[in-house]
């Protein structure tokens, strides 16, 4: 194997670290590791929204600027490219980058090859870059195995790193007395929001008859209808989320069940099982694992929610603790740094 000095790493990602995917996929995996990189991000924004764009005209030039100058910078170095290098792409940007680097390196966590296919309004498709990344890269590392299933029928060089999580930096739980009422906790972000309101009937429900009160924890706002009047706005930021989960009695992580959905990995149930946290969720994707692994339970109808929730509120705290260490020494043993980082660093070409 080809030993690469760590300063020969370059990373390329649509967002900065303040995004989910790229602060999880490529900036944690940096820190943890301790290696140095060169890094390339679009706008350096958490998203790259039409809002955003529009109000940035010139960073979006200087940005794809950026970009074409990068040929004769890579050739002697590993890339890291995380789901696409710019918004208004089909996939030529991304596929040179791979293709040009020493080790190109493609990194996606979403089932992006299901995104809607370009039309009238929409000339750049997600899907094409996706597929023309996967196709011209040396390594593909996708995060569950429903995603690396999809990349294979593209690449012959792929493999699992899922959405990892350090325990150490989260507060473990230790006392499931409850002296309040009780709490759900939901992490997420304001686009992800939506996931709540197939949940709303059965969170109002336990609220009547229990009186309990969800914590959201998200970067921003979005309407969620009735629930609001049972919810608890946290912001989003690193030093907020371990205090807020450790203070709740359990976290749900409810989703559809598509296509999409489907390509998810588990994160919030991996940052519960951080917390030591018992969890619910609905069985789709690496969700089924997670819980599976971590005394969690399922829920898919309305009526399961109602039944798990119950449980949860209902459980004497021996019980909760120990579905919440299960949930910690899954994520320690399964879905940390430590766990994945020889199958990373060997992506990657690195010793």
């Not at 679009?42 to 074409?68: D, F, G, I, W």
């Not at 390196?105 to 979403?110: E, I, R």
């Not at 996708?142 to 699992?160: C, F, K, R, T």
């Not at 946290?234 to 489907?262: C, K, Q, S, Y």
Request: hydrophobic residues 40%.
């Amino acid at each position: 194997m080809t030993v690469t000095n760590p300063a020969s790493i370059r990373t390329v990602t649509a967002y900065g670290p303040r995004a989910g995917s790229a602060r999880v996929r490529v900036f944690d995996w940096l820190d943890w590791t301790g290696l140095e990189a060169i890094h390339e991000t679009y706008l350096n924004e958490a998203s790259n929204s039409t809002k955003v764009v529009v109000q940035s005209p010139l960073r979006v030039l200087a940005a794809e600027s950026r970009l074409r100058t990068l040929k004769g910078k890579i050739r002697d170095e590993t890339l890291l490219l995380s789901r696409q290098a710019s918004p208004f792409s089909n996939g030529g940007v991304e596929s040179r980058l791979l293709r040009q680097a020493s080790h190109g390196v493609y990194d996606f966590d979403d089932a992006l090859f299901h995104s809607p296919k370009r039309g009238l309004t929409t000339p750049w498709s997600k899907r094409e870059v996706w597929a023309r990344s996967v196709a011209a890269a040396d390594v593909v590392i996708a995060g569950n195995e429903y995603l690396a299933a999809a990349a294979a029928e593209l690449n012959s060089s792929v493999v699992v790193v899922p959405s990892c999580v350090n325990p150490s930096e989260y507060v473990p739980k230790l006392d499931f007395e409850r002296v309040d009422l009780p709490r759900a906790v939901w992490l997420g972000s304001p686009s992800t929001e939506i996931y709540l309101n197939p949940v709303a009937q059965p969170l109002l429900a336990l609220n009547e008859s229990t009186g309990l009160r969800l914590t959201v924890i998200s970067a921003g706002i979005a309407p969620l209808g009735e629930l609001e009047s049972i919810v608890d706005r946290v912001e989003w930021h690193p030093a907020n989320v371990p205090i807020e989960l450790a203070r709740a009695d359990f976290g749900i992580m409810p989703l559809d069940d598509t296509p999409w959905t489907r390509g998810k990995c588990a994160y919030k149930l991996l940052q519960y099982g951080a917390t030591a946290l018992p969890m619910i969720g609905s069985p789709v994707g690496a969700n089924t694992d997670v819980l599976r692994r971590s005394d969690g339970l399922a829920a898919s109808s309305s009526d399961d929610w109602v039944s798990a929730m119950e449980t949860l509120v209902q459980e004497s705290p021996e019980r909760r603790a120990r579905r919440g260490n299960a949930g910690l020494a899954t994520v320690t043993e399964d879905y940390s740094f430590a766990a994945w980082a020889p199958t990373w660093r060997t992506a990657l070409n690195l010793t």
